[in-house]
């Protein structure tokens, strides 16, 4: 079951990151370079592995759920501070 969710998350971040990828071949709104793919694959690996190692440590459902609903959101914040500097840190894109 643990390999399958991996196999599972690595799918599903190399069809996100393929998103990015296809959208450069056809506008030059999407504009990344190698660097922003790698900081993009390192935040979706991250996050995948810890939600799934919150699918493993954690017994109750319910706190399981609360744990990735949490990892998520903190990726989306970062993402979104990293793209458009909403917060204002020397990171976030202009």
């Known amino acids: 079951m643990q390999n399958k969710r991996l196999i ?5 971040i190399a069809f996100l990151l393929l998103i990015p990828f296809v959208a450069m071949q ?7 370079t190698v660097f922003d793919f790698v900081v993009a694959a390192v935040l979706l690996l991250g996050t995948g592995h810890l939600c799934e190692l919150v699918m493993r440590k954690v017994s109750k459902s319910e706190y399981r759920i609360a744990g990735c609903i949490a990892l998520l ?22």
Not at 26 to 32: H, I, L, S
Request: aromatic share 18%; charged share 5%; no cysteine.
């Open 73 to 94: 959101a903190a990726l989306f914040l970062i993402w979104i501070e990293l793209a458009v500097g909403v917060f204002g840190t020397p990171f976030g894109g202009h």
């Open 26 to 32: 056809f506008t030059n709104e999407v504009n990344w």
């Open 8 to 12: 599972t998350i690595l799918l599903v």
